[in-house]
T-cell receptor, first 114, second 116 residues
């Protein structure tokens, strides 16, 4: 059972426009959410995170929004740049200290069109 | 340079032939973990280690073994590989014990394993 879902396997966006990547989750025990970015032939790298007690976190061009009532997470990239072309994974953390689990979504491939 | 190093990057083997994928980190991290990435399934945790000599099963541990004899190394062992273990494998580490809010996972560049 996939507890973290990214329903769009791919997304194409024009350079300079906004990219919106979505993530839905089912487990209400998740207390922290993260986005990772992955280029081909490389491991995922951490991008941005948000605690479940917040509804928005911003870091430069990247903003993550959390809607707990809808169990929905989104990543906004604005303006989109060619270097943003990658696979994006959302992940959710739960569990107590020392027994934490990180569950990943299936990923969305973002292509920025110059 | 701070990094997680996996070897080999690519490996083709036959069913039943034991293999080890090595993982080493130079960041003095306590926490290390192995994931596999499969199409349509995302990243799934195989095993993790909170500290030296402490390991525990993740979501898909069947067919795998790990050891953590020293802090920097966390090898993944497939005693008798089968074709359903064909996958892309990632090792990851994190400072502190567990997955601290301010220290997310650092991943290696992956090992693509094919079992025929």
């Amino acid at each position: 059972d996939q507890q973290v879902k990214q329903n769009s396997p791919s997304l194409s966006v024009q350079e300079g426009r906004i990219s919106i990547l979505n993530c839905d989750y089912t487990n209400s025990m998740f207390d922290y959410f993260l986005w990772y970015k992955k280029y081909p032939a490389e491991g995922p790298t951490f991008l941005i995170s948000i605690s479940s007690i917040k509804d928005k976190n911003e870091d430069g061009r990247f903003t993550v929004f959390l809607n707990k009532s809808a169990k929905h997470l989104s990543l906004h990239i604005v303006p989109s740049q060619p270097g943003d072309s990658a696979v994006y994974f959302c992940a959710a953390k739960w569990g107590n200290f020392g027994n934490e689990k990180l569950t990943f979504g299936t990923g969305t491939r973002l292509t920025i069109i110059p | 340079e701070a990094q997680v190093t996996q070897n080999p990057r690519y490996l083709i083997t036959v069913t039943g032939k034991k293999l080890t994928v090595t993982c080493s980190q130079n960041m003095n991290h306590e926490y290390m973990s192995w994931y596999r990435q499969d199409p349509g399934l995302g990243l799934r945790q195989i095993y993790y280690s909170m500290n030296v000599e402490v390991t525990d099963k993740g979501d898909v541990p069947e067919g795998y073994k790990v050891s953590r004899k020293e802090k920097r190394n966390f090898p993944l062992i497939l005693e008798s590989p089968s074709p359903n273990q064909t996958s892309l494998y990632f090792c990851a580490s994190s400072s502190g014990q567990g997955i601290p809010y301010d220290s997310p996972l650092h991943f290696g560049n992956g090992t693509r394993l094919t079992v025929t």
